[in-house]
């Protein structure tokens, strides 16, 4: 409960920060393309810039952090807030790997009433051009107590790999809601 209470203070405390430095409406708009952040980026600037500073995350939008730590941070709050779109989003090609429709993703999800989510300590491993990070989830909904693994993906940084290629996205999970 406390942990629930101080995710939303935070996220209440982060919109209010962000919301301030928008210079349009304060609704979420639509995530943009890889291509769109390409033209909008300074030529003088390298052309492989932090995913981070490319694209942030908030409402409906995977996080682009560069540690994995604050992407399973940013997957826990998406899951305790039961946004499911936004929680897809996690997934990579913006939800499609997630093998599931938008409907049927939510209807599975949607089963969590009032989930807490820990988030172990995870491990970081290399393998064949991208970066693999494992961590324990213990996800606690009422009664209920369901733990597994998620992984979690990105390509190494590498010249020429698009923003969504170097983001980390949901490879795997045991979890089954």
Same mark, same amino acid.
């Given at each position: 409960?406390?942990?629930?209470?101080?995710?939303?203070?935070?996220?209440?405390?982060?919109?209010?920060?962000?919301?301030?430095?928008?210079?349009?409406?304060?609704?979420?708009?639509?995530?943009?393309?890889?291509?769109?952040?390409?033209?909008?980026?300074?030529?003088?600037?390298?052309?492989?810039?932090?995913?981070?500073?490319?694209?942030?995350?908030?409402?409906?939008?995977?996080?682009?952090?560069?540690?994995?730590?604050?992407?399973?941070?940013?997957?826990?709050?998406?899951?305790?807030?039961?946004? $499911?779109?936004?929680?897809?989003?996690? $997934?990579?090609?913006?939800?499609?790997?997630?093998?599931?429709?938008?409907?049927?993703?939510?209807?599975? $999800?949607?089963?969590?009433?009032?989930?807490?989510?820990?988030?172990?300590?995870?491990?970081?491993?290399?393998?064949?051009?991208?970066?693999?990070?494992?961590?324990?989830?213990?996800?606690?909904?009422?009664?209920?107590?369901?733990?597994?693994?998620?992984?979690?993906?990105?390509?190494?940084?590498?010249?020429?790999?698009?923003?969504?290629?170097?983001?980390?996205?949901?490879?795997?999970?045991?979890?089954?809601?």
């Amino acid at each position: 409960m406390l942990r629930s209470c101080l995710v939303a203070a935070l996220t209440s405390a982060l919109v209010f920060h962000l919301g301030g430095c928008q210079k349009g409406p304060a609704s979420p708009s639509p995530e943009p393309l890889a291509s769109e952040m390409a033209a909008a980026m300074p030529a003088s600037q390298p052309s492989q810039a932090a995913p981070s500073e490319m694209a942030p995350s908030g409402p409906g939008k995977p996080s682009f952090a560069r540690d994995p730590d604050d992407v399973m941070d940013a997957l826990a709050a998406t899951i305790e807030a039961r946004d $499911w779109k936004a929680l897809r989003a996690f $997934w990579g090609d913006k939800g499609e790997r997630s093998g599931m429709s938008e409907d049927v993703f939510a209807a599975r $999800w949607s089963t969590l009433m009032a989930p807490v989510v820990t988030v172990g300590t995870g491990t970081q491993e290399g393998a064949a051009g991208s970066l693999y990070y494992t961590a324990p989830v213990t996800i606690v909904d009422g009664n209920r107590t369901l733990r597994g693994e998620m992984v979690i993906r990105r390509v190494n940084d590498v010249d020429g790999a698009s923003p969504e290629q170097l983001r980390w996205h949901v490879e795997s999970t045991t979890i089954a809601p």
